[in-house]
């Protein structure tokens, strides 16, 4: 058995093909090109459709699609998107592409298809209560319970980047102030590193953690504030959750144990050892595969 796979994000598009054990096959990549609007989006993703039943053959199983938003992923519809996709909000993914092509599909939000993805084929194998968080522009989440996504009463759980950190602190795109992913995205260390070192060079995450690693105290400390604000965050959710695991994924997590090391040292000053015991922290392994996986997961499993 194989599948088709489409995982769309704000700025690119990546597709391929997935065998029934996790390997895949095919992996190719485009720009999503989201400022056009969402009835492009939906011609670009039945022309991928098209191009890989084309190259790949139409012996397969199922189309699974991962996409950034809010996603009601028993009718495949986006809920809520931002406008990183204009007019995204409220298309019927899956009904769409059924009608189109004759197979089933379906649809879920990026971080829970991520999640999924991990825990079939990556760091999360084996487990059944973790979360995960990617720290990019802003923060992903997904809540793993008893082996499947928690999605909330309306299919919106896991929004971990607007929790409050900070009360009356920065504002944040949601309309609110002192989010989390204003102090502990990726975005927010490189303002901060940017403000800090007063450089007009253009920082990226890698180049900090470059410089801290080779001992530049000025990113040291950045680095520093950067994790201990991830593991304040966190702080609340092994609270809640009691998780056994917690994924870091985004850009940062290529720097591996160093990362997960350095938010572990803080979170442990912060929690109930009852809740450090059997808690571990890692780092996504799927990479850019995670949301393809994770779709053709719920595909595979029918996820209601
Ligand atoms: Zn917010």
């Not at 002192?178 to 920082?203: D, H, M």
């Not at 604000?229 to 609340?236: Q, R, Y």
């Not at 609270?239 to 040292?265: C, M, R, W, Y």
């Not at 922290?281 to 949301?291: I, Q």
């Amino acid at each position: 058995m194989k599948y088709l796979a489409v995982d769309i994000g704000g700025t690119g598009i990546k597709y391929g093909i997935v065998e029934d054990n996790g390997n895949v096959l095919a992996l190719y990549n485009m720009d999503t090109e989201a400022s056009k609007g969402a009835n492009c989006l939906i011609e670009k993703v039945k022309d991928i459709i098209r191009f890989l039943l084309k190259e790949h053959g139409e012996d397969i199983d199922g189309i699974g699609i991962s996409t950034a938003g809010q996603v009601d992923r028993v009718a495949g519809e986006i809920i809520f998107a931002t406008d990183a996709i204009p007019g995204w909000t409220g298309v019927k993914l899956k009904e769409i592409i059924e009608k189109e092509f004759s197979y089933p599909c379906y649809v879920d939000n990026d971080v829970n298809c991520a999640a999924l993805g991990e825990m079939w084929a990556g760091a999360a194998k084996g487990e059944k209560n973790f979360l995960c968080l990617t720290l990019g522009t802003g923060i992903g989440g997904a809540i793993v319970l008893n082996g499947d996504v928690f999605t909330g009463s309306s299919y919106s759980a896991g929004e971990f980047g607007h929790m409050n950190l900070y009360p009356n602190g920065m504002e944040c795109n949601c309309g609110h102030r002192g989010c989390y992913e204003r102090y502990a995205s990726t975005s927010a260390l490189v303002k901060f590193a940017q403000e800090k070192a007063g450089t007009i060079e253009k920082l990226n995450g890698k180049i900090i953690f470059e410089r801290a690693n080779n001992g530049e105290k000025i990113y040291k400390d950045i680095v520093n504030q950067w994790t201990y604000n991830v593991a304040l965050g966190l702080k609340s959710l092994v609270h809640i959750f009691n998780p056994s695991l917690i994924i870091i994924g985004g850009g940062v997590s290529a720097q591996g144990n160093l990362i997960t090391d350095l938010i572990k040292e803080h979170l442990n000053n912060m929690i109930m050892p009852s809740f450090n015991k059997n808690l571990m922290l890692k780092v996504a392994s799927c990479g850019n595969k995670a949301g393809m996986l994770g779709a053709v997961y719920g595909l595979k499993n029918n996820k209601k």
